[in-house]
């Protein structure tokens, strides 16, 4: 097997593991953890102001990076997201409907840090 097809197969095997679907769940999972059924989420990032990020919604994913750290020693995922969907790409600019997410996880693909942007360049 060539480095492509080796690259497209692993590409393959992290959008699936990685799904919308999955990505939804566990980010719902934490950003409404304890709060009343409907309730929107009301956070502040630098550049949007203050946000409400309504119950149940869904998210984009817009990329999976899997990464080797080889000094120290570790391997993880992360996971970069459109909360609540795209609302509009333009030359790979995204715009997301409310902010962007990204999720890093474990080797053992357990969510470890969840972190909210306002903008997809952090």
């Known amino acids: 097997m ?11 095997e992290l959008v699936a593991l990685f799904s ?25 990032l ?6 409400d990020i ?6 984009q994913v817009c990329s999976v990076v899997l990464q080797r750290d080889l000094v120290p020693p570790a391997e993880h995922a992360r996971v970069f997201c ?5 609302a509009s790409e333009s030359c790979g600019v995204i ?11 474990n080797q053992d693909g357990l969510l470890l840090v969840l972190d909210l942007h306002a903008s997809q360049f952090y």
Do not use: M, W
């Open 2 to 12: 060539d480095a492509a097809s080796k690259i497209s197969a692993l590409s393959t």
């Open 20 to 44: 919308d679907e999955r990505v939804t769940r566990e980010l719902n999972e934490q950003l409404f953890a304890g709060l009343s059924n409907g309730e929107s989420v009301s956070i502040e």
């Open 46 to 51: 630098d550049g949007l102001g203050k946000i």
């Open 54 to 59: 309504p119950p149940n919604c869904r998210h």
């Open 82 to 86: 459109a909360v609540g969907g795209i």
């Open 95 to 105: 715009e997301p409907v409310v902010c962007f997410a990204v999720l890093e996880y």
